[in-house]
């Protein structure tokens, strides 16, 4: 199972910091992404991270804004968020895929199937 935590209302500029804890397994052994959807928009995956081989991936709209990082020690998988914008308004997931601890992640559509377990969302809003 996957919790994800730490979303709120923050000033476009602002940061804030999303935890996704891992239980029933480590977070070493799946890759983990995280996805967003804004209201009326689909799901994406804007990162992910495999722990196992220290790989991450991004999608343009975040990289260099958002950094994903593992602590494996707290089973947590972490989205630090960086310059919001308030069109990164949405709620967000996190997901874990089943593709193997060795697969290096991506965030692209075709490996949106491989996310197969999910944990509820946060909401984030980016007032400007």
């Known amino acids: 199972q996957l919790q994800a935590s730490g979303g709120g209302l923050v000033q476009g500029g602002g940061s804030l910091r999303l935890s996704c804890t891992v239980s029933?397994?480590?977070?070493?052994?799946?890759?983990i992404a995280w996805f967003r959807q804004a209201a009326g928009e689909e799901r994406e995956a804007i990162a992910c991270?495999?722990?196992?081989?220290?790989?991450?991936d991004y999608a343009d709209s975040v990289k260099g804004r958002f950094a994903v990082s593992s602590d494996n020690s707290k089973n947590t998988v972490y989205l630090q968020m960086n310059s919001l914008k308030p069109e990164d308004t949405a709620v967000y997931f996190c997901?874990?895929?089943?593709?193997?601890?060795?697969?290096?992640?991506?965030?692209?559509?075709?490996?949106?199937?491989?996310?197969?377990?999910w944990g509820q969302g946060t909401q984030v809003t980016v007032s400007s």
């Open positions: 997901a874990a895929s089943h593709a193997g601890s060795l697969w290096h992640c991506n965030t692209r559509p075709a490996s949106y199937a491989s996310y197969a377990t």
């Open positions: 029933g397994g480590t977070a070493v052994e799946y890759p």
């Open positions: 991270i495999t722990s196992r081989v220290d790989w991450t």
